[in-house]
């Protein structure tokens, strides 16, 4: 079970709420895994993948807006998880017959989770708390 502890919690709501779904896509992808319901791992992997791209899209429209000055090179981290996203929907496709599928699929996700996702984030947490609180004054 992933949790995210309040360290990596950017502190905008709109991104901790999506990178919490996201959070709960996994959750729900190892316990179907955890119970032996592989076709509702492999129906849910989709999901996660494409709420990821939605999330990477979102955030990266708040980044421009707020003018941080890595916009471009966070939207190229982004783009280059695209063939990350892409093994974990061809192991989507081999959880049903294989295991070893669906351990490195269960693997992949909380990597990709913590490492590439919230981990990464946290280089513009200060300086959008900075942007909320100048708008604040
Ligand atoms: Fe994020
Ligand atoms: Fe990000």
Known sequence: MVEITR??????????S????????INEITQAIDDKREEECARLVPDF???SKQHFAREEALLAKNGYPGVDKHRRHHASLN????????????VVESVAARDELRKELIFFLMDD???EDMNFKSFLVDAASRKGN
């Open 18 to 25: 999506d990178h919490r779904r996201l959070v709960d896509i």
């Open 49 to 51: 993948v494409t709420f």
């Open 7 to 16: 360290s990596y919690e950017i502190e905008v709501e709109m991104i901790d």
């Open 117 to 119: 996702v919230i981990n």
């Open 83 to 94: 063939y990350k996203m892409d093994t974990m929907l061809a192991l989507a496709e081999r």
